[in-house]
């Protein structure tokens, strides 16, 4: 019998690396490890197999930089499975892909609509082209203290008001799930003749669950960067970056080739195209378990009270337009613990490493990866922190999100003559750096914001409960780098 292989069946960049590492060439190129044998330790740690392909760009494995043979092949497939117009696969993970979107839709003085709640590689993009931006404060949700999606009549203002803005940057979803509504901010861009970027971070299985938020190429989204790494199952760092039916990918990839590493690693390439693979063809399978799994762990902790496991309830039609059913985000402050003092507990006391904790909140990563088994150890440890740990509900601080107050772009803050000074002598001058709780990324002050009060008093009480303070160049986060006129002068 003879059985039709798909499309999707195939894996060709993967295929060409096993057909290589099977041909046993001698090599006189690099890397100098020479399939392990140079660096028995590595070898030993990392195994025969992993090493002997971690090779270099050749003919017969094509390059990334300039692809036309089976990494051509393997992005086109991918292209197909994210139905987009074409995909690019990522080695930077998806801090290039970002950067490849901003660079390619802005350049220094354009302006850009985002809300303020995104990752620090989007600001960091700013600080690299020059481009300036005009931000949409995100709703908050007070009980929670997170910020939300974008509401399209914020958006809509935002157009008015900035009218020559090159592009309109999302997040779908953010950290927690929340998804604004963005076939409907996709059309007020393009009426408006600007591009859509989406930043897909926690969102590679919205392409292939089944009853998940619109994915941004669906949408009809410009730009899309996708984690294959974090829902995907893709090795760490590998990410794609999608490009719709607008777009010259052959422009793109001059952009994406400015930054980009000459030697792309295979093995981060090879774990796209099988990941790829592996969820075109049982995406909506695994997908249905995953949500199945948060569904599990929201009905047993709803049960015994004191955690509140968000997520569908909050839906209000629009910058909470939908919510990934995929995720697990847990408020934990009725059991009188700060989801940072709960994501501590998980991993000292019961081996569980969640992904990362807040004030208020804990987000557990649930994907491809997950077992039954696990899920119920999660419910276990959850159950038992309440029981143990729990305390009277006192001086917890809630708030996720200050609105900032931009003063300079962040280009010409982080290239500014500056000074270091203590947290709390900064109140009042203008930041040339970030601070930020990393995960999620999401600065609490950006290149170009004021320094204020109430954001000291929240990275002192962040510190003072746990959170991996990150951002600035001291690195116990003690002093602040502030801007300087050219007298000298603090401003
Ligand atoms: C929303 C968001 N965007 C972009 C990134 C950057 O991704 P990467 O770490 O793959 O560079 C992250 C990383 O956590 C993220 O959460």
């Known amino acids: 019998m003879i059985t039709k292989v798909t499309t999707q069946q195939k894996a060709p960049l993967y295929d060409a690396l096993i057909g290589f590492k099977e041909k046993r060439i001698v090599p006189f190129d690099v890397p100098g490890h020479k399939r392990g044998r140079g660096n028995p330790e590595l070898l030993h740690f990392l195994g025969q197999k992993t090493l002997s392909v971690d090779v270099n760009s050749m003919k017969p494995l094509d390059n990334l930089c300039h692809p036309v043979s089976v990494i051509k092949e393997a992005e086109d497939i991918a292209a197909q499975a994210f139905k987009a117009k074409a995909a690019f696969f990522m080695v930077g993970g998806t801090t290039s892909a970002v950067q490849a979107m901003v660079f390619a839709t802005t350049k220094r003085g354009e ?39 974008m509401s399209l009549k914020q958006v809509e203002e935002a157009i008015q008001e900035h009218p020559h803005a090159k592009a309109i940057f999302v997040n779908n979803p953010t950290y927690y799930g929340v998804c604004s509504d963005l076939k409907g901010i996709v059309e007020l861009a393009h009426e408006a003749g600007m591009k859509v970027l989406a930043d897909e971070a926690h969102g590679a299985h919205f392409y292939f669950g089944e009853h998940m938020p619109i994915s941004a190429m669906e949408a009809g989204a410009d730009y899309a960067a996708v984690s294959m790494h974090k829902s995907g199952g893709s090795l760490t760092q590998s990410s794609f970056l999608l490009m719709g039916d607008s777009v010259n990918a052959d422009y793109v990839r001059q952009i994406v080739n400015l930054t980009q590493t000459t030697s792309a690693s295979y ?25 199945s799994f948060t569904q599990y762990v929201r009905e047993e902790l709803t049960k015994i009270g004191g955690y509140y496991v968000f ?52 987000l557990a990563y649930v994907s491809v990866g997950d077992r039954e088994r696990d899920i119920e150890r ?6 038992d922190i309440k029981r143990r740990f729990s305390k009277e509900k006192r001086n917890l601080l809630r708030q996720e999100y200050i609105e900032p107050i931009v003063a300079y772009s962040p280009q010409e803050a982080f290239y500014r003559t500056k000074r270091s000074v203590l947290l709390e002598e900064a109140i009042g001058k203008a930041s040339t750096e970030f601070v930020m709780c990393y995960p999620p990324g999401i600065p609490i002050v950006a290149p170009g914001e004021m320094i204020t009060e109430p954001i000291v008093q929240y990275i002192q009480y962040a510190k003072e409960k746990g959170c991996q ?3 600035t160049e001291d690195l ?16």
């Open 378 to 383: 999660l419910v276990g440890a959850l159950v």
């Open 267 to 291: 093995l981060l390439m090879a774990s796209l195209d099988l990941s790829r693979r592996h969820l075109a063809l049982d995406g909506e399978a695994i997908f249905s378990q995953v949500v």
């Open 469 to 471: 303070l990150t951002g």
């Open 476 to 491: 116990d986060v003690l002093k602040i780098n502030i801007m300087e006129d050219e007298h000298g002068m603090l401003v």
């Open 311 to 362: 997520g569908e309830d909050l839906i209000n039609g629009d910058s909470i337009y939908t919510m990934d059913p995929t995720k697990l985000s847990i408020h934990t402050l009725d059991i009188g613990l700060a989801g940072i003092e709960v994501y501590d507990l998980l991993r000292d006391e019961y081996d569980i490493q969640i992904e990362f904790g807040d004030l208020g909140n804990i």
């Open 111 to 149: 302006e850009i609509i985002l809300p303020r709640n995104v990752h620090r590689s989007v600001i960091n993009a700013l600080v690299l082209n020059g481009a300036i931006p005009v931000y949409v404060n995100p709703d908050v949700d007070e009980r929670l203290g997170i910020a939300l999606g």
